[in-house]
């Protein structure tokens, strides 16, 4: 089969997204051929295996913020090459501008679409993005963007929800197609070879990994090791999500005289299973996990894990692998569950180990990539409404930044939808503004709904306020 990713992230990016998106097209490129179109440096097509083939696309940022060049060179640039590979189907994972774009060409040649969603329709602006900027969570409110996300949906064949609270969501957004519950993967052999730690060691440590982010609530974990005893360690493994939080982390750590509190920083993906291997228990406060890649990584490890009631604990975890306590658990409750399990006999210790590993045993990138295979020959042989798709496409095109580009695509969709109707039978498609106006805005905020995306927005708007009162000052003193 052939099959095309999207992604607006580079190879080295951050975040679970990213990591899923691309091994995900690796897993995928053991049996079939892929083209993982993504952001790059400059447009470019090269091999990583003989079944995998990048196509980048030149984009600006860093490696966990990238901004595609959506110009008529650059969208001709990706339909030529979609073209040549011919895809069987074209998978992405957010409703971002080079998802669009395929999305439009495969409207277009009658290919199933399918996205993954990473989050939670309804609730796009509750991953922490009020603590970086109010403007931002607004503008992600809005209606006119709350369009722009219905619309993309609704032109995709089917959405992958990785649990069902995930799938719910997506219904309550209005979604009416087909959604298929299929959880994200990861390498259990890596992990799987993690020797289990002993209850007796003189030292026992905890640990979370994941952003450092108020939404995150390591503040929580904090207060937590106030009521264990010195002889338990916290370590805090993960990239800051801004500094502010990480320095009220690290204020709080300092006023309680919290020696055995470490935060780590980023580590290399690769460093994973060894810290896990060192450590007794997870621990989590999130307010919100879709899936976390760290708590499956932890079960698959060994490691039980003891967290408040998320979507993803609620999904995972029970006392069969650690200990899952209400939402509105305090500090204390989840000191008290980890001395409780710290307790256990070694026999008893290890035998949550094992059922930690059993939980996600089937979790590995195979059995994923076999579950999202059968969905995919699913909706290949159901016929889809093409003309009703087809009629869609107008509202996707209107989203391109500017009138040149909307006018290549318009032509680029007519001259298809000509050739497919052998000239006859179709209506024409038209641009439905040819202003250059929100449009633009509409992409850039899909990009600014990245983590770090977030962050430079809240920078440019503060650049911008204090540049505001530079030229206010300026009047005054004139």
Same mark, same amino acid.
């Given at each position: 089969?052939?099959?095309?990713?999207?992604?607006?992230?580079?190879?080295?990016? +951050?975040?679970?997204?990213?990591?899923?998106?691309?091994?995900?097209?690796?897993?995928?490129?053991?049996?079939?051929?892929?083209?993982?179109?993504?952001?790059?440096?400059?447009?470019?097509?090269?091999?990583?295996?003989?079944?995998?083939?990048?196509?980048?696309?030149?984009?600006?940022?860093?490696?966990?913020?990238?901004?595609?060049?959506?110009?008529?060179?650059?969208?001709?640039?990706?339909?030529?090459?979609?073209?040549?590979?011919?895809?069987?189907?074209?998978?992405?994972?957010?409703?971002?501008? !080079? =998802?669009?774009?395929?999305?439009?060409?495969?409207?277009?040649?009658?290919?199933?679409?399918?996205?993954?969603?990473?989050?939670?329709?309804?609730?796009?602006?509750?991953?922490?993005? $009020? *603590?970086?900027?109010?403007?931002?969570?607004?503008?992600?409110?809005?209606?006119?963007?709350? $369009?722009?996300?219905?619309?993309?949906?609704?032109?995709? *064949?089917?959405?992958?929800?990785?649990?069902?609270?995930?799938?719910?969501?997506?219904?309550?957004?209005?979604?009416?197609?087909?959604?298929?519950?299929?959880?994200?993967?990861?390498?259990?052999?890596?992990?799987?070879?993690?020797?289990?730690?002993?209850? =007796?060691?003189?030292?026992?440590?905890?640990?979370?990994?994941?952003?450092?982010?108020?939404?995150?609530?390591?503040?929580? !974990?904090?207060?937590?090791?106030?009521? !264990?005893?010195?002889?338990?360690?916290?370590?805090?493994?993960?990239?800051?999500?801004?500094?502010?939080?990480?320095?009220?982390?690290?204020?709080?750590?300092?006023?309680?005289?919290? =020696?055995?509190?470490?935060?780590?920083?980023?580590?290399?993906?690769?460093?994973?299973?060894?810290?896990?291997?060192?450590?007794?228990?997870?621990?989590?406060?999130?307010?919100?996990?879709?899936?976390?890649?760290?708590?499956?990584?932890?079960?698959?490890?060994?490691?039980?894990?003891?967290?408040?009631?998320?979507?993803?604990?609620?999904?995972?975890?029970?006392? =069969?692998?650690? $200990?899952?306590?209400?939402?509105?658990?305090?500090?204390?409750?989840?000191?008290?569950?980890?001395?409780?399990? +710290?307790?256990?006999?070694?026999?008893?210790?290890?035998?949550?180990?094992?059922?930690?590993?059993?939980?996600?045993?089937?979790? *590995?990138?195979? *059995?994923?990539?076999?579950?999202?295979?059968?969905?995919?020959?699913?909706?290949?042989?159901?016929?889809?409404?093409?003309?009703?798709?087809?009629?869609?496409?107008?509202? +996707?095109?209107?989203?391109?930044?500017?009138?040149?580009?909307?006018?290549?695509?318009?032509?680029?969709?007519?001259?298809?939808?000509?050739?497919?109707?052998?000239?006859?039978?179709?209506?024409?498609?038209?641009? !439905?503004?040819?202003?250059?106006?929100?449009?633009?805005?509409?992409?850039?905020?899909?990009?600014?709904?990245?983590?770090?995306?977030?962050?430079?927005?809240?920078?440019?708007?503060?650049?911008?306020?204090?540049? $505001?009162?530079?030229?206010?000052?300026?009047?005054?003193?004139?």
């Amino acid at each position: 089969m052939n099959i095309a990713f999207t992604t607006l992230y580079r190879e080295n990016s +951050s975040g679970g997204e990213a990591r899923v998106t691309f091994e995900l097209a690796e897993a995928f490129a053991r049996k079939n051929k892929v083209l993982l179109i993504r952001s790059g440096s400059s447009n470019r097509i090269w091999r990583k295996n003989p079944n995998l083939t990048h196509l980048e696309i030149k984009s600006f940022g860093n490696n966990d913020l990238a901004f595609p060049y959506l110009s008529v060179k650059n969208i001709n640039y990706i339909f030529n090459h979609l073209s040549a590979f011919s895809p069987q189907v074209i998978h992405a994972h957010a409703p971002d501008p !080079l =998802s669009l774009t395929a999305q439009i060409w495969a409207s277009l040649h009658h290919i199933p679409f399918f996205c993954t969603t990473h989050e939670m329709p309804t609730k796009r602006g509750d991953l922490g993005t $009020k *603590d970086i900027s109010k403007t931002l969570a607004k503008i992600i409110d809005s209606k006119p963007l709350q $369009k722009f996300f219905f619309n993309f949906f609704k032109n995709c *064949d089917a959405m992958i929800a990785q649990n069902q609270a995930v799938k719910d969501d997506i219904r309550d957004f209005g979604y009416k197609g087909q959604i298929f519950i299929i959880p994200n993967g990861r390498n259990l052999t890596l992990y799987s070879q993690c020797k289990m730690v002993r209850l =007796s060691d003189k030292r026992k440590r905890l640990i979370f990994i994941g952003w450092i982010a108020s939404h995150k609530n390591q503040q929580f !974990l904090i207060e937590m090791m106030k009521a !264990l005893p010195p002889d338990f360690e916290l370590y805090l493994v993960g990239k800051p999500y801004g500094s502010q939080y990480q320095r009220d982390l690290l204020r709080l750590i300092q006023h309680h005289h919290l =020696s055995n509190v470490k935060l780590v920083g980023q580590i290399p993906c690769e460093k994973v299973p060894d810290y896990l291997e060192k450590s007794h228990f997870f621990v989590s406060a999130s307010k919100m996990e879709i899936q976390s890649l760290a708590v499956i990584e932890a079960l698959a490890s060994g490691t039980p894990v003891v967290g408040l009631s998320n979507e993803t604990v609620d999904e995972l975890v029970d006392d =069969s692998v650690g $200990k899952k306590l209400p939402a509105k658990a305090s500090p204390q409750d989840l000191a008290q569950a980890v001395l409780k399990l +710290s307790n256990l006999t070694q026999a008893e210790y290890e035998k949550l180990c094992r059922k930690a590993r059993e939980r996600v045993g089937k979790m *590995d990138w195979t *059995d994923v990539a076999d579950q999202t295979e059968k969905a995919y020959r699913q909706i290949m042989r159901r016929k889809s409404k093409f003309n009703e798709k087809v009629a869609r496409i107008e509202k +996707s095109i209107d989203v391109f930044p500017d009138q040149p580009t909307r006018n290549f695509v318009l032509k680029y969709a007519n001259r298809t939808l000509a050739k497919l109707k052998g000239g006859k039978g179709y209506q024409k498609l038209k641009v !439905l503004s040819k202003k250059t106006r929100v449009p633009y805005l509409y992409l850039t905020i899909i990009l600014l709904l990245t983590i770090t995306g977030g962050a430079t927005f809240n920078v440019v708007h503060w650049l911008g306020k204090l540049r $505001k009162k530079k030229t206010s000052k300026k009047i005054i003193d004139d």
